[in-house]
């Protein structure tokens, strides 16, 4: 994810904003970026083996999608469960601190 704020940028004739962009990244997603550029630019191998490993990444970069696309619904799902059984017995988060 990208986002792009002004940011003032304090000079000699006084402030001006300055367009700079943000990248939001996950770990995965950081991981992913780290490995592909040295795979492209920091290596010497050959590059039907880029291609290979290129597409390699490729996959993974769709899986760790669709992990964190996963992930939330899985948190949500967890939450309203959790929430529910409050709702049954609302002094079992009591009884859970005392232990």
Request: net charge positive.
């Amino acid at each position: 994810m990208h986002i792009i704020v002004k940011v003032p940028v304090f000079q000699s004739k006084g402030p001006i904003d300055v367009p700079v962009e943000i990248q939001i990244r996950t770990v995965g997603m950081d991981m992913w970026a780290s490995l592909e550029h040295k795979l492209r630019y920091k290596t010497n191998v050959d590059s039907k083996l880029v291609d290979k490993y290129g597409d390699q990444l490729k996959g993974y970069a769709d899986e760790l999608e669709q992990i964190e696309k996963g992930m939330p619904q899985f948190r949500n799902m967890l939450n309203t469960n959790s929430q529910n059984a409050n709702l049954r017995n609302p002094l079992k988060s009591l009884y859970e601190k005392a232990d």
